[in-house]
């Protein structure tokens, strides 16, 4: 049976029928919050957009098709410049090669022409208004046409990661998984950062399972496990900046409990902390320790990428 409270609030919803009404009763006390129409417009259509996500991603991972843009268009405001920007995008000579490069970037390789046009529609008269982009163009006699050009320019200038790429680290990550007494293991983790790595090891047939990440970091962290070979993995290594930062947060010390765990977290005059770079934590004095041992000792480190 309903309690008089539920019944009174019961009443006050049928009261305030016919606009919307968030209602919050906590420790005695009631709260309404009655938003505004656009708000509630904003909610309708981020709830209609992610129904269609969820549709079209349910799509892929069911049948592997290729869904309908075209049937989605009325849920997203009408780009302008689309045609505009879409023939610049067909005029250029080697869009056929950024096409390839591009379905070996993306995780679902479908409607590239589009998918390109509409990213070079953000660069348009309203969005670089007054900008310093905008300025330098002005200066320079630059239109728009040949701002899409140039960023196609660069975009098929980019050494990207080929299928023959791909094919050759799987081949390898499979051959270095047999080594004895050794470990793999990402400089931060792939499943929580979602970065290039995670893609190119999806790319290459491994499944977010194939790996138990945490597992193989902690086996770093203690003294029951023998190991001789560690072999840190990336998707690219072009200057090691990535590598050195991270291992600059693995090999630090730390006084005590308390130090580590604000070092964790804090950004230290740096863009992120080393919780928001995903990196794997240490969560004990011991670990951190045992982890610089580890690595100090081990017989030889390889990196793969």
Not at 114 to 129: A, C, G, H, V, Y
Not at 138 to 144: A, F, M, S, T, Y
Not at 177 to 201: A, T
Not at 206 to 224: A, I
Request: positive net charge.
């Amino acid at each position: 049976m309903a309690s008089r409270t539920e019944e009174n609030i019961q009443e006050l919803k049928d009261k305030l029928r016919g606009s919307a009404h968030y209602i919050l009763l906590k420790e005695k006390k009631l709260f309404i919050y009655t938003p505004q129409k656009e708000l509630l417009k904003c909610f309708d259509r981020i709830n209609r957009r992610k129904d269609l996500y969820d549709k079209v991603h349910s799509q892929l991972k069911e049948g592997n098709t290729i869904p309908d843009i075209a049937a989605f268009q009325n849920l997203f405001p009408e780009n302008k410049n689309y045609s505009y920007v879409k023939d610049v995008v067909l005029g250029f000579t080697n869009l056929p090669e950024i096409k390839e490069q591009l379905k070996s970037h993306y995780k679902n390789a479908y409607n590239i022409l589009d998918r390109l046009t509409n990213w070079m529609s953000l660069f348009n008269q309203e969005s670089i208004k007054d900008s310093v982009l905008e300025m330098y163009m002005q200066e320079k006699n630059i239109d728009l046409a040949f701002l899409y050009t140039t960023i196609m320019t660069v975009l098929n200038k980019h050494v990207y990661i080929s299928n023959n790429h791909i094919e050759k680290f799987s081949d390898k990550i499979k051959e270095i998984s047999s080594i004895e007494d050794s470990i793999i293991l990402p400089i931060k983790n792939p499943l929580n950062d979602g970065n290039g790595l995670k893609r190119l090891l999806e790319k290459s047939g491994f499944h977010d399972r194939s790996f138990n990440w945490e597992k193989q970091f902690y086996s770093l962290c203690n003294n029951s496990t023998m190991i001789k070979k560690i072999i840190i993995i990336t998707d690219i290594a072009v200057s090691g900046s990535q590598t050195v930062k991270a291992f600059q947060y693995y090999m630090s010390e730390h006084k005590n409990v308390e130090t580590l765990i604000a070092f964790n977290n804090d950004k230290n005059g740096k863009f992120k902390s080393p919780k928001e770079e995903r990196y794997f934590l240490f969560d004990k004095i011991e670990e951190s320790i045992t982890f610089k041992d580890k690595i100090k000792n081990c017989e030889e480190i390889i990196f793969v990428s």
